[in-house]
């Protein structure tokens, strides 16, 4: 019960990562604000939640809304934990092909939207004495050929933000910490090519079954890993760690498959055969 008496905002908590971590964080105690495009599945989730979770729409675009929703979690009590997490894939096109409108989209989506949401959180939680934020980045902050290029430079961003924002808050005892997750099993994809309701589980079970073998831990990723991640993050476990990370990838930035995989050929040992 590390968040027994807390509140948290998650944004993008009407599914996948928001979602497992909106539970995550109700499960350890806390009450939680979850904002997003999608009203049926916020919705749910609030209906199921004995009123431990409630539901405003708000799309992170939008200034407006991400500043009406601090707001709002304020007024019923206050903001202890913020999870700046909502996104989707964003325009797909190499950099050579982008245009202007799809980069400043993808950029607003993913990383305007971190930096307004700790903009509008963070006087609120500082007239409290403090409190936690945690970014959602990705492994495509940190390496190439993981994600569109847009979004690969999005969430690099989001992880310098992340550094400048603890550095910054740090006088008003707020960490600001961020999660990279690997590859996880979320509607992310089935929404990144068009496909919606219950078409989306078919596209899941096939990715699972990719993502199973993608890196060294050989189960396909899931939302709840990553939730486990944050919560140690926003709880006063991690009461001296911030402007930092954590990797949560079932290990797959370690390194080539021959590295952990006996049974894959690397270059070198395919050169030792020629010698
Ligand atoms: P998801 O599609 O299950 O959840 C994303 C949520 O964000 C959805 O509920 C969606 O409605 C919401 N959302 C999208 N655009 C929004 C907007 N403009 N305003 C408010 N809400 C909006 O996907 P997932 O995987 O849970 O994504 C969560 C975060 O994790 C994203 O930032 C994503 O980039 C990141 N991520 C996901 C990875 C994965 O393998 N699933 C890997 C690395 C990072």
Redesign the pocket.
Do not use: H, Q
């Given at each position: 019960m590390r968040f027994a008496g807390k509140r948290a905002v998650v944004?993008?908590?009407?599914?996948?990562?928001?979602r497992a971590t909106a539970l995550r964080l109700v499960e350890e105690g806390a009450e939680v604000w979850i904002?997003?495009?999608?009203v049926a599945?916020g919705e749910e989730l609030a209906a199921t939640s004995n009123g431990r979770i409630r539901f405003q729409r708000?799309?992170?675009?939008k200034v407006a809304d991400i500043e009406a929703l601090m707001l709002a979690a304020d007024a019923a009590g206050g903001i202890d934990v913020l999870f700046n997490?909502?996104?989707?894939g964003g325009a797909r096109e190499p950099i050579d092909e982008i245009d202007a409108d799809g980069w400043d989209r993808t950029q607003a989506?993913?990383l305007r939207?971190v930096a307004m949401g700790i903009r509008y959180a963070a006087p609120l939680m500082a007239a409290r004495g403090g409190g936690a934020i945690v970014n959602?980045?990705?492994?495509?902050a940190l390496q190439t050929g993981a994600a569109p290029t847009a979004?690969s430079v999005a969430?690099a961003g989001v992880l310098h933000l992340t550094r400048l924002a603890a550095t910054d808050l740090a006088r008003h005892h707020i960490r600001v910490n961020a999660v990279?997750?690997?590859?996880?099993?979320?509607?992310?994809f089935a929404?990144a090519i068009g496909v919606e309701g219950e078409q989306r589980t078919v596209v899941n079970q096939a990715i699972a079954g990719i993502a199973a073998h993608a890196q060294p831990v050989q189960r396909a990723?899931r939302?709840e890993d990553i939730a486990a991640a944050v919560a140690y993050l926003a709880s006063d476990d991690a009461a001296f760690v911030t402007g930092t990370h954590i990797l949560v990838d079932g290990g797959m930035l370690t390194g080539p498959r021959h590295s952990w995989d006996v049974d894959a050929p690397s270059l070198f040992d395919t050169l030792e055969a020629f010698r």
């Open positions: 944004t993008g908590g009407a599914s996948g990562i928001g904002g997003d495009v999608d599945g708000t799309d992170v675009t997490n909502a996104g989707a989506l993913l939207s959602t980045a990705s492994i495509a979004y969430k990279c997750p690997g590859f996880i099993i979320t509607n992310i929404s990723g939302p």
